[in-house]
């Protein structure tokens, strides 16, 4: 790594607050923790498929458009839908595996216990996010379903509110993984010398 340039990619230092697969293994089955680990990392797992569905979806269109002259509203909407939840999932698949953005140019030359209390300052900070996304979102949503809200364009997709359902849904993930991170964080303490 360059000095004085920030960078974005996964940390590799031991004392992540992030656990890998194998810990999460050897976590007790019964927790709390390790559900939630393997419920975020099952939700992760299946959303990712998305991204091969948008592929071809957008493949499938530029095709329409540009050699046949033909495309429709719904299917170009569609793309946009679909990345929704890819998005709003992913994230806490993304927080799950120590996959978010993170400058590591600071957080590498910290301290293992340094980089434990950085990683439960941020999981703190994800939890106050999440719920005031949630909180926020639910008027938001709710007027959308209260006025069927569709696509403004014509041939357009309907029922707007089912991806605007998605907003606390995903915040809601983002949540659970927040939490678990704190605890991981707060166990990673306790056995810090």
């Not at 429709?72 to 679909?82: D, G, K, P, R, T």
């Not at 950085?118 to 996304?133: T, Y």
């Not at 069927?148 to 357009?156: A, I, L, N, R, T």
């Not at 605007?164 to 810090?192: H, M, W, Y």
Request: hydrophobic share 50%; proline share 5%; glycine share 6%.
């Amino acid at each position: 790594m360059t000095s004085g340039r920030a960078t974005a990619r996964r940390s590799t230092t031991v004392a992540s607050a992030v656990p890998e697969p194998a810990q999460v293994a050897g976590a007790k089955s019964g927790g709390l923790r390790a559900r939630s680990d393997r419920f975020v990392e099952l939700v992760g797992e299946w959303t990712s498929w998305l991204s091969l569905v948008i592929v071809v979806l957008m493949a499938t269109n530029v095709i329409l458009r540009y050699l046949f002259s033909a495309g429709s509203v719904w299917a170009q909407e569609l793309e946009w839908h679909l990345l929704v939840p890819l998005i709003l999932f992913g994230m806490s698949y993304a927080q799950r595996h120590g996959e978010h953005v993170r400058v590591d140019i600071f957080y590498a030359k910290y301290s293992p216990r340094t980089q434990l209390l950085v990683d439960l300052l941020s999981a703190c900070l994800a939890i106050a996010l999440s719920v005031i996304v949630i909180w926020l979102s639910l008027q938001y949503v709710q007027q959308a379903y209260a006025i069927d809200e569709g696509s403004p364009d014509p041939g357009g997709l309907p029922h707007r509110y089912l991806i605007k359902g998605l907003i606390p849904v995903g915040f809601a993930l983002l949540l659970v993984q927040s939490i678990a991170n704190v605890f991981t964080c707060v166990d990673k303490l306790r056995r810090e010398p």
